[in-house]
């Protein structure tokens, strides 16, 4: 396993890190998650993500419970607040008062004294920039985070952020979380152009896009009973057959290189130096081992000319 500089910071994170959304908790059995993680770890991963939305902290539960037989210091722990979390008006959002009872909460499941990374899952256009960042200044200080993250923001919402940080000293965002796989590209023109000038790094999600990058849909009429896509309509409706027949020629490149064409997709993302980490789901432990061997893999610039090609 390699392991990158998350942004300009000093912390080291493995190339491939491991998610809980949709999983821990959820669909996969709880054997099957305890397993994952743990294989995980024992191939290097040192980089995990949850979120208190995800299975309404369940997976925050699994994934702790699971990481508490490894030494503390030997991994990175990331979790996320903004999303609905109970009836109540002040449920959800950025506000000082979600983020701080959120982030106890998050703790308690997690069995954790801090997290390494909180993100603010979304932008909450109610709630003062200020407010929330000078929150999580504040959770920074107490030790219970190390580092503050975004998801899904703008380019323009992160660079009001790091200049509200400056004006009143308040921590700076070091990592965002977008969506980013061969056929989502957006983070390209602003976000990575924006991390690279500013220390803000990029795990992104997604990067098999679903698993179709994985080359186990043979048709967009045909979906594996036991995939995400037979389980999420909005994710059925992203596997195409132009897409599959895209991922049919990456495959003929993937074999050339005696590698999977989910290896080659997670190594064309790990092109970007502006991204520290590739973030895979695992419902079984055999994806894990599958997965992780994308580290370390260097595409040519005439591969790479090829992928463009045929990616478009």
Known sequence: MKYRRLGGTGLKVSEISLGSWLTYGGYVER???????????????????????????????VLGETLRGFPRESYVLATKVY????????????????ITEQCHASLKRLGAEYVDI?????????????????????LVRQGKVLYVGVSEWTAAQMTEALAVADRY???????????????????????????E??????????PLAQGLLTGKYSSAADIPADSRAAKLDW?????????????????????????SVGNLALAWILRQPNVASALVGASRPEQVEENVQ???????????SRIAEIIG
Request: glycine letters at 10%.
């Open 169 to 195: 000293l308040l921590d700076h965002i070091v990592v965002n979380q977008p969506i980013y796989n061969m056929f989502e590209r957006y983070i390209e023109k602003e976000i990575i152009p924006l991390g």
């Open 31 to 61: 054997e099957n998650a305890v397993k994952a993680i743990e294989t995980a770890y024992g191939l290097g991963v040192n980089f995990f993500d949850t979120a208190n939305v995800y299975e309404k902290g369940a997976a925050e539960k």
């Open 294 to 304: 994308a580290s370390g893999v260097e595409l040519t610039e005439e591969v790479l």
């Open 235 to 259: 994710m059925r409706k992203g596997v195409t057959e132009e897409k599959i027949a895209k991922v049919h020629e990456l495959g003929k490149i993937a074999a050339e290189l005696d590698i």
């Open 197 to 206: 000038r500013k220390g803000i790094g990029q795990v992104v999600f997604s």
């Open 118 to 138: 909180m993100y603010c899952h979304r932008y909450d256009p109610e709630t003062p920039i200020e407010e929330t960042l000078r929150t999580l200044d504040d």
């Open 83 to 98: 999303g609905v979390m109970g009836d109540g008006p002040n449920d959800r959002g950025l506000s000082r008062k979600h």
